[in-house]
């Protein structure tokens, strides 16, 4: 019998034809996204959006944070798990991804409980008062210590903080790093070294860490 070669290309098929497919709506908005702004690969996507979907509705939190929302489909993934009541802040830095944002949290009917801030997230990160039960970091990666800084004292004890691009597409291991893939280093390294979390870092997608505040 001939060995079966399993490439990556394979198992990423076989993971996508076993999981829940995304809705009509955020179908429609990763189409929209991919023709109508220079950076599509930045949207979260299926397999990302439903693990964010999984965790909101596993945590059931009632204030959500989000920091770097691009077109707005890991808000809406996010926002599927909130308690009645609760609310989900996001932050986009690019002033030009506010109308797609608006159109389809609207489309999603959770334009009551999002509240969108546009602008630099260190200008806005001060001024949100928490508590939040869950965070979603996904911005500049260069700024991820001093995000991180920030919204630390906002998070519930008990709560997750969820950093995406941990890996930096490999980056973080190269022997001569960038300066974003240094920055990126620097923030996993701060996180191993805080005993006031938890944290597990899951080697999907391009890198995901999980961080429970004790």
């Known amino acids: 019998m001939k060995n079966f070669q399993l490439t990556p290309d394979k198992v990423k098929d076989y993971i996508e034809e076993h999981s829940t497919p995304p809705g009509e709506l955020l179908h429609q ?33 009632e204030r959500v944070l989000e920091v770097g929302t ?11 798990g909130i308690k009645e009541g609760g609310t ?11 109308s797609i944002i608006l159109k389809y949290v609207k489309q999603a009917s959770i334009q009551n409980i999002v509240n969108l801030h546009i602008g630099d997230a260190l200008d806005i990160l001060p001024g949100l008062a928490g508590p939040y039960d869950l965070v979603f970091l996904d911005a500049n990666k260069e700024q991820y210590c001093d995000y991180y800084d920030i919204i630390f004292p906002k998070v519930k004890s008990g709560g997750f903080i969820l950093a ?3 890996l930096w597409y490999g980056r973080v291991l190269a022997e001569k790093m960038r300066r974003d893939a240094e920055e990126v280093d620097r923030f996993n390294k701060k996180i191993q070294a805080d005993d006031r979390v938890e944290n597990l ?10 961080i429970r505040k004790k």
């Open 29 to 61: 908005l990763e189409r929209y996204t991919f023709l109508n702004t220079l950076s599509p690969v930045m949207i979260s996507g299926n397999f990302q959006g439903q693990l964010l979907k999984m965790f909101s509705q596993m945590i059931r939190p």
């Open 70 to 80: 691009f077109t707005g489909y890991s808000a809406i993934c996010l926002a599927a």
């Open 88 to 98: 989900l802040d996001t932050i986009e830095a690019n002033p030009e991804m506010e």
């Open 201 to 210: 870092m899951l080697p999907i997608i391009d890198g995901i860490s999980i």
């Open 164 to 166: 995406d691009n941990v």
